[in-house]
């Protein structure tokens, strides 16, 4: 089993930056690739970055390219986003998530089988 444990998040004005962290406690091996989605209010669970194990297969939603950038630290087994240029239509609730398989082409909520308990982003003047 694993447990994913997501911090980082609040409340920021437009432009503003914010950096997510998703710590993972457990089998390292749980945790192949890992995926950043957030969900707006009323609106379905996206995929907006996933990264693998080493760094490779990453892949950003259209929406956050140029603006936010997922890396991780295997020694602490902690994976990061970090969201620059953030805009109101950022704000959701961002949820990390992991599965011990690859990387899906596009990461879709039922291809990952740990999450975290998420944490809100808020962007706002």
């Known amino acids: 089993q694993v447990q994913l444990v997501e911090s980082g998040g609040g409340s920021v004005q437009p432009g503003g930056s914010l950096r997510l962290s998703c710590a993972a406690f457990g089998y390292a091996y749980s945790t192949n690739c890992v995926a950043w989605f957030r969900q707006p209010p009323g609106k379905e669970r996206e995929g907006v970055a996933q990264?693998?194990?080493?760094?490779?297969?990453?892949y950003y939603a259209d929406s956050v390219k140029g603006r936010f950038t997922i890396s991780r630290d295997s020694a602490k087994n902690t994976v990061y986003l970090q969201m620059n240029s953030l805009k109101p239509e950022d704000t959701a609730m961002y949820y990390c998530?992991?599965?011990?398989?690859?990387?899906?082409?596009?990461?879709?909520?039922?291809?990952?089988?740990?999450w975290g308990q998420g944490t809100q982003v808020t962007v706002s003047s």
């Open positions: 998530a992991a599965t011990p398989f690859s990387c899906p082409a596009v990461p879709s909520v039922t291809q990952f089988t740990y």
């Open positions: 990264i693998k194990e080493g760094g490779g297969s990453v």
